[in-house]
């Protein structure tokens, strides 16, 4: 299996700014994807990193370093309706996802 | 927008009794996927396709089964449901890179 961690939960104010980490252990790693999965809901396609570095998309960036098996999600101008879980899936050579747990963040105002 | 269609949404059903949950996707996606999540927790992977007549158990032991005659169409089947397979159920799909688009699930109750 595959060693995929993240808090279990976060909180944070709206208008501000959270980091939200995940870090994994894999062999064969070719992708890792960040999800935000509202309660009740399916899961919702944020952001994909295979390469070391940022990508950055709106109010979302995510950070990658391979070596380190390390990501973080980046959410900025927090919104009451961010609040979610965020869940960190790993994939190896485009089959299986691996997810993790899941950060469910709390905005409030 | 992703077009992945799950039904039903929701089912309760009784013990013993067989069901089938469809799941389809109007992308042309090779790959599709079946997970189950209870409340609050994670997702855990049970059934994967990479194409037609092509399927595989995923890391979770399920009692389900799995078919993929057409691409476009993965359905799972519990030949004699219980109450632990209560759960919801989402399917995915996904395209070369490997995202993954979900259908907005089957939330099963077996009484």
């Known amino acids: 299996g595959q060693n995929i961690d993240q808090p279990t939960e976060m909180t944070a104010t709206e208008g501000a700014i959270v980091q939200i980490n995940c870090t994994y252990q894999?062999?064969?790693?070719?992708?890792l994807f960040w999800y935000q999965q509202h309660a009740g809901e399916a899961p919702t396609f944020l952001s994909y990193?295979?390469?070391?570095g940022l990508e950055e998309k709106g109010r979302f960036s995510s950070f990658l370093s391979r070596s380190k098996g390390y990501s973080y999600l980046l959410l900025k101008e927090l919104q009451m309706k961010d609040s979610a879980s965020y869940l960190c899936?790993?994939?190896?050579?485009?089959?299986?996802?691996?997810f993790g747990s899941g950060t469910k963040l709390n905005v409030k105002p | 927008e992703a077009d992945i269609y799950q039904t039903p949404r929701y089912l309760v059903i009784g013990t013993g009794k067989k069901i089938t949950l469809e799941c389809s996707q109007t992308?042309?996606?090779?790959?599709m996927y079946w997970y189950q999540q209870d409340p609050g927790m994670e997702l855990h992977l049970i059934h994967y396709?990479?194409?037609?007549?092509?399927?595989e158990k995923g890391d979770l032991s399920s009692e389900s089964t799995v078919s993929r005659i057409r691409t476009e169409h993965f359905p799972l089947t519990l030949e004699s449901a219980r109450p632990s397979h209560t759960s919801q159920y989402l399917c995915?799909?996904?395209?070369?890179?490997?995202?993954?688009?979900f259908g907005p699930g089957t939330r099963l109750t077996v009484t």
């Open positions: 396709s990479y194409g037609v007549n092509s399927t």
């Open positions: 899936a790993v994939t190896r050579r485009f089959n299986k996802f691996y």
């Open positions: 995915a799909s996904s395209e070369h890179r490997g995202e993954q688009y």
């Open positions: 990193n295979v390469l070391d």
């Open positions: 992308m042309g996606h090779d790959k």
């Open positions: 894999t062999s064969g790693f070719n992708g």
